[in-house]
């Protein structure tokens, strides 16, 4: 039995688990991405657009639509990683059910993060789907926006989920929304370029991941991609991610193993 | 009934566990046969559950040697795991999923195909007595439909041996009686089973042997009736006194009880013949407030040889 046939097993359940809840998230996963095009694309665009400082005449809704789909994919993943994560460790304790079984800690682990990668497609193409309405992608590079969006949640969602393994208390992950997710979120290029931000700030804007993830969609859906500086950009995310992953295994086995 | 190559089905020899500085499980031994009963009876905190979980290959052994269908847990944790069926103390079913998909989801971490698994969800639905629950949420049921369906999931893969860490702990008579009559058909099909309890009459229903388990040591080995005979005496004559309870019973009794154990609410004669105990104690004018002749059970060896004080 191969490794990755025993990882693939979990999916189905955390799918069957989805599929109770899919509705409700397929809604808010279409109509966010309108109102925040709506009201930052649009409606905020009509006034930053006067002032014409973006580069190369590009829309204020150009600018920010991909930002947004990038840092989507973060909140999502961070939300999939922490409280899913304790639960299924603490409250509800389907990883113990599973752990009865011939799956072993790290196929439990990777088959959830690839639960999550496989919800983090669907948003990432629903969200692409709606900026290409508002006309504010250039194909057919900007495609690869998708995976790119999968790859900023995945980096997100390994090394988050090695602290919600480690953590007891679900106290920490409303920290983390409030101190790392949303000052990120605010500053990390998404709705401004870093380079308005200080100095120090912005030393530390190009250390978020998110910052490299909004850097590459907007390159991707504006069509203006600079090959080397894209490699790096990838290259640090899937960095992100296997650190995330080396210590979620650190974490799980901790946690699981006793 | 040894396993094909002459070996015991589960086989431990100085098994150990430690967390830190706490030894949980301290050297034992014990040897399982295919198709026997066999139970881990003791107080809390005396290495029952620690021992199911170095058997089910979810807790690594600290020391001593263990092998489980004559693997190694360390090496061999997959396939070991696809042969054995584990009910868990506290219940791990999937709140929000139907009870039917409980088993057909159950049954895709063993790499069951999905068509099989409806068919085998229905006829293990009717083997516990829940096809009528079938396309509820689980959440709702009551504490032994759950047990049930835990019960009932875990035999999905067909295991050759079923771990049971406390079966029927928190469940009501009725909801118990279910239980063990279904566990009890499972052994006559040939299913191994292994459980831990505190319950003197469910190791007595159930198991054919079994180990008394104490401080993480075992402190004795046999069947029910061999425990009994061995540690106590074939009937109990139990005295309770309301004013006249005596300081000493010895002038009471006759050669034939063997022990005499005061409590603080009564007196207990452990004796061969309890009515003959009780009626010396009239002959020579003792008159209790109650005397009550029973059989000497397994809650007798039990609390003889691990204590009455409270273990926390």
Redesign the interface.
Known sequence: MTSIALALRPLEFFFAQYRRVWRGTAVTSVVTPIVYLLALGVGLGVFVDRSTDLPEGISYLEFVAPGLLAATAMQIATFESSWPVLSAIKWDRQYHAMLATPLRVGDILIGHQTFIAARLLMIATVYLAVITAFGAVNYPLGILAIPVAVLVGVSFATPIAAWAAHTETEVSFVAIFRFVILPMFLFSGTFFPTTSLPAPLEAIAYATPLWHGVTLCRQLTLGDVELQSALLHVLYLVACAAVGLTLALITYRRRLVL | MADQNGQPLIQARGLVKR?GELVAVDGIDFDLQRGEAFGFLGPNGAGKTSTM?MI?C???VTDGTLSVFGLDPARD???I??R?G?V?Q?D??????TVR?NIV??G????LPRRQLGERADELLDFVQLTERANDKVEPLSGGMKRRLTIAR?LV?DPEVMLLDEPTTGLDPQARHVVWDRLYRLKQSGVTLVLTTHYMDEAEQLCDRLVVMDKGKIAAEGSPRELIERYSTREVVELRFDSNRPEDLSHWTDGNVTRVESLPDRVLLYTDDGDAAAHTLHERGLVPESVLVRRSTLEDVFLHLTGRSLIE
Do not use: A
Not at chain 2, 92 to 97: G, N, V
Not at chain 2, 108 to 111: E, I, P, V
């Open positions: 967390f979980r089910g979810v807790s690594p944790g997959v396939k795991r696809g054995l584990v868990p506290l791990t079913l999937d709140m929000e999923l998909e989801i159950y895709r971490y063993f790499g875990s893969n």
